[in-house]
């Protein structure tokens, strides 16, 4: 037994050797892979069909590698941006930032190594660096516009993705408004905002987004955003804003023929003169309030005397009493049309009206200041009649010229006085023979 356990060790030694002699030793060939991981704040958005990444210059940077057949030697990295052009190559010791001086693109190249020289292939990613505040660059309604449908949507475009809850929660509307619902689009720049109910008209409104409101990488707003609109006007309330009602006040009147087209308590303006007629004290602004005007909508006319219809001015008979006014002397008296002595007092009412102080129940000639009797009654006044007792001898000749019975023809003062009347013709006679003879 003893030499088969001398053999043992021998045997073992044997056996170890043809094993070894056996192994083949196997060649790294296959290079690592590197993976870069890229923390928040990161967005990505698509535009046109292509990725984009936004970041900071906050947003930390994460390398990675891994190696199937060895060990990692290394992973490198490189920057570049539009104003530092290529960075060194760095060896990546852990997470990095992008210190940009300016927004925009950067490209970041890397890749790793391991211990058998194997370098992967360089890699490419592409950042977009975005360190600047958002803004909100456009609305509807416009700033300051006026005739807004009261029906619409509010609008707003921002210049960058935005959060959209950070937004949401910073949007004041005053009047108060209750939001329905928002709709956002174009990568989160822009949000419409519907709301439950209609907005009032011929109301200005206040829209205001708070500068709390942040954008996908954290960023404030720049500014509080503010804008004003006015709504379209409807005077009457009939769910026709004003510019297409054909009838703004609903008064009845087609605004084209309504000078008042705004106004439910006026259609007319008589005068012109900027005051509705329901309004204006002296609708045709002749000077006399239409409460004492005959004709308020007639400049021409303020008075109708003889309520025939046609004012005075026009009328020419304004009493109605028959007599025309240029020949009446009381044009606006139907019971006087004459003042025979001009005192002012017409005929029927003037007790003397030739104002010869006879009043007319005692004067035979109550139109004639020069006469008020007529003795022998023969329609001549004594005053004109050269024979007032009509005793046919003349009153100068008559010694009583009021006494038809003295001087009457057959009387003996008659035949007196004849005689005396024929000496005197006579005599007169005989005087004219003597200065026309021939001696």
Same mark, same amino acid.
């Given at each position: ?30 290079? !690592? ?41 290394? @992973? ?20 990095? &930032? ?25 890699? $490419? ?37 935005? $959060? ?76 026709? +804003? ?57 400049? $021409?006319? &303020? ?22 006014? @240029? ?23 003037? &007790? ?13 000639? +109550? ?15 004594? $005053? ?24 009457? !023809? ?30």
């Amino acid at each position: 037994m003893k030499p088969i356990r001398a053999l043992i060790p021998i045997f073992i030694v044997i056996t170890l050797f043809i094993s070894l002699a056996s192994v083949t030793v196997a060649e790294d060939i296959t290079p !690592p892979v590197s993976t870069l991981t890229i923390n928040q704040p990161l967005h990505n958005q698509t535009i046109d069909g292509t990725s984009y990444r936004y970041v900071n210059a906050s947003t930390s940077f994460n390398l990675t590698a891994a190696d199937a057949n060895g060990t990692i030697s290394g @992973i490198w990295y490189r920057v570049w941006s539009a104003s530092d052009n290529w960075t060194d190559w760095t060896n990546y010791t852990g997470n990095f &930032t992008i210190d940009a001086l300016a927004d925009g693109f950067h490209y970041i190249e890397y890749f790793a190594g391991d211990n058998s020289s194997n370098n992967e292939s360089i890699n $490419n990613q592409t950042v977009f660096i975005n360190n600047r505040a958002p803004r909100a660059i456009h609305s509807w309604p416009m700033e300051n516009s006026i005739n807004n449908s009261w029906e619409s949507d509010i609008f707003i475009e921002f210049n960058e993705p935005m $959060n959209k809850t950070s937004v949401e929660d910073f949007i004041l509307i005053e009047p108060a408004m209750e939001i329905d619902s928002y709709s956002w689009s174009n990568n989160d720049t822009n949000v419409s905002i519907s709301l439950k109910e209609n907005m009032e008209s011929d109301t200005t409104y206040t829209v205001m987004v708070l500068k709390n409101a942040t954008d996908l990488m954290g960023h404030n707003l720049k500014n509080n955003f503010t804008f004003d609109f006015t709504t379209w006007t409807d005077v009457d309330d009939d769910d026709i +804003p004003d510019f297409l009602d054909t009838d703004n006040d609903n008064d009845g009147v087609e605004d084209v023929d309504d000078p008042f087209p705004l106004d439910t308590t006026e259609t007319v303006d008589t005068d012109d003169d900027g005051i509705g007629d329901n309004a204006d004290e002296d609708d045709d602004n002749d000077g006399v309030d239409d409460d004492d005007d005959a004709f308020p909508l007639d400049h $021409n006319e &303020t008075a109708d005397s003889d309520d025939d219809g046609i004012g005075d001015n026009a009328d020419t008979d304004d009493d109605n009493d028959d007599v025309i006014d @240029i020949h009446d002397a009381f044009p606006l008296d139907s019971s006087e049309h004459l003042d025979t002595d001009r005192d002012g007092v017409g005929n029927n009412a003037d &007790t003397d009206d030739d104002g010869d102080n006879v009043t007319d129940t005692e004067d035979i000639f +109550p139109l004639d200041k020069s006469e008020w009797a007529d003795f022998d009654g023969d329609g001549i006044g004594d $005053n004109a009649d050269t024979d007032d007792d009509g005793d046919g001898f003349v009153d100068i000749i008559d010694p009583e010229p009021l006494n038809a019975d003295v001087g009457r !023809p057959g009387s003996g003062i008659y035949n007196l006085y004849m005689w005396l009347a024929i000496m005197v013709a006579m005599g007169v006679g005989i005087v004219i023979l003597l200065l026309k003879g021939p001696w």
